[in-house]
């Protein structure tokens, strides 16, 4: 479903804003190396200010060194939270529009931390509504083509379809088996435990997975860890148990966990 | 034979150095022991195992059923051993079955495994195990 905004109008329709975002990003391909206005505008707390602060007329590339170094940021994640949380929908969308915010790619990476820290914290009760990894990552995967704060993939190009579930991207097939199988808020679920019982910061990978000789399928979800193999055993040991009680039988027939232990 | 010789089996194809076929047998190995002291076991406690390809669902949806947590949690890791070892033997242009690190976490799980699975036959363990499943199993 696509729905034709022009800039500087108000939507009269509802709207997902991640179709907002979407359609908008489509009408401006080139990406403006940072459009200012906005952000003072509405940077009306002051972590959020302290973070505009450094990067206020620093080249891109500075940019992206404070980012960096400062990894996920908390003062931005705070400041951007506190901005974001209490914003209605529809002036979201017209701050977005008034101010042609062009989705540059330190915006895009800025929400997406919300979005992956929310998820994180708040055991998939996202704090900002589900728009915002809806925003968050249709939008910074739109421009997946750019680097991404803490070396996160970005090798995926194709947001406009992506489904996610507690900030972990669907393959179509990934999600239409969620779907069918009613394991939506399993995933979910099985996502936050996993986040909390392995000492790893490498985002989840989950695959549809067909077994030809038992003509089973299941979900498997992939962590990479780092550490010492008994150390991630015990994590592992701790995360079955949790998963038991989180995810009952049969569905956890078709949600299957594998530790990559680096 | 002992299917735990599996596991030394696997443990010696790690020990032999960063092979990728040794790596991906030794995941094969330490999945099948686990497996095959899980089917000995249940069928210890009088319960039928088929001799087919839907072995591997059965021992895990009994362990799972058990009513025991320690073996229900055996039932889940067994499953998803049962993942890595189907990577392992068919995903061949897939890297991660081959880490050495990995294949050492799946050998030393499978060990693990077993020893919950040999304490299954002690009693009272073994009584309320058997309730258990004897009750899942009219039920399903």
């Known amino acids: ?262 | 034979m002992d299917p735990k010789d599996f596991i030394t089996l696997a443990e010696r194809l790690v020990c032999e150095g960063q092979k990728n076929a040794n790596l991906r047998t030794a995941t094969n190995r330490a999945y099948f022991a686990a497996h095959h002291v899980g089917s000995e076991i249940l069928g210890k406690l009088t319960f039928k195992i088929p001799r087919n390809q839907h072995a591997h669902q059965e021992v895990v949806d009994m362990l799972q059923n058990s009513g025991e947590e320690d073996v229900e949690a055996v039932g889940v890791q067994l499953q998803d051993l049962y993942a890595a070892r189907r990577r392992a033997d068919y995903e061949l242009k897939d890297g991660r079955p081959e880490q050495l690190n990995t294949v050492r976490g799946h050998v030393t799980q499978a060990k693990k495994m077993i020893a919950s699975l040999e304490g299954c036959l002690t009693e009272p363990k073994r009584s309320r195990i058997l309730g258990s499943i004897r009750a899942w199993d009219q039920q399903r």
């Open chain 1, 1 to 262: 479903m696509e729905h034709i905004i022009e800039p500087g109008t108000t939507p009269s329709i509802p709207l997902q804003t991640s179709e907002l975002i979407v359609h908008y990003a489509k009408r401006v391909p080139s990406v403006q190396p940072e459009n200012e206005s906005w952000l003072l505008n509405s940077a009306d707390t002051t972590g959020w200010c302290q973070t505009f602060e450094k990067i206020k007329g620093q080249s891109t590339e500075t940019i992206e060194t404070i980012f960096l170094e400062e990894g996920t940021s908390m003062s931005s994640l705070t400041g951007i939270l506190s901005l974001l949380r209490p914003m209605p929908k529809d002036k979201l969308f017209q701050m977005i529009i008034d101010t042609a915010m062009p989705l540059n790619r330190h915006m895009t990476t800025l929400i997406t931390e919300v979005a992956l820290h929310n998820a994180m914290t708040s055991r998939g009760e996202i704090l900002l509504t589900e728009t915002v990894p809806g925003i968050a990552l249709k939008g910074a995967l739109y421009f997946a083509e750019t680097s991404t704060v803490r070396g996160r993939d970005s090798r995926v190009n194709t947001p406009l379809d992506i489904d996610v579930i507690a900030g972990v991207p669907l393959s179509d097939e990934v999600s239409d088996f969620a779907s069918i199988h009613g394991l939506r808020s399993y995933l979910a679920d099985t996502f936050n435990l996993v986040r909390r019982s392995f000492s790893s910061a490498n985002p989840l990978q989950i695959e549809y997975e067909h077994d030809d000789e038992t003509e089973r399928e299941w979900l498997a979800v992939t962590v990479r860890v780092s550490g010492k193999i008994d150390g991630v055993l015990e994590q592992y040991d701790a995360y079955t148990r949790q998963f038991m009680r989180l995810v009952p039988w049969p569905a956890r027939r078709l949600i299957r966990l594998n530790y990559d232990i680096v």
